[in-house]
């Protein structure tokens, strides 16, 4: 646990700075560095509906307003068991989870977030505005929709 906690410290000092050449979901990007070099990068501290679930689409299109086409800087947190960064994207200065979060278009995961984090208002004060997502009746979390939707199976 230790050697998790000093490895995700270490792997947090690196900044990638470059622009955001394409948005897969609400939750995920691609940003090409100096030298043409292209890294799949997860938001950090969120999670975006999937593109087939409700709000996905919409999601995906927001990320896409933030970030698409402009300059990025990627604090990185951790790089995941997919080989994508995990980490805290600025876009044109502005903190792409936080605003992904205030517009309703995504859930603050608890695990990968600090108790106090602001994040935790912005989803409720979204939540009582009924913004984004939350506008649905029953909204459903990604993390329950992929278990109820698993993705097939590579051969």
């Known amino acids: 646990m230790m050697f998790a906690l000093i490895a995700a410290g270490a ?21 090409v560095s100096k030298g ?13 509906p999937e593109r087939e679930q409700a709000f996905g689409a919409a999601a995906r299109k927001s990320l896409a307003e933030i970030c698409l086409r402009k300059a990025a800087a990627v604090e990185v947190v951790v790089v995941d068991r997919y080989q994508r960064t995990v980490g805290k994207v600025k876009c044109g200065g502005v903190d ?34 009924r913004i984004g997502l939350w506008s649905g009746e029953k909204p459903e979390p990604p ?13």
């Open 96 to 129: 792409a989870s936080v605003e992904q979060v205030r517009r309703g278009m995504a859930w603050v995961v608890a695990r990968n977030i600090m108790p106090n984090s602001p994040l935790y208002e912005m989803e409720a004060n979204a939540r009582l505005r």
């Open 11 to 31: 792997a947090s000092a690196q900044t990638i700075q470059g622009k955001v050449v394409a948005v897969s979901d609400g939750d995920s990007l691609t940003v």
């Open 143 to 155: 993390w329950q929709w992929r278990a109820r939707h698993p993705a097939p199976t590579k051969k």
């Open 36 to 48: 043409a070099a292209k890294h799949r990068v997860r938001l950090a501290e969120i999670d975006a």
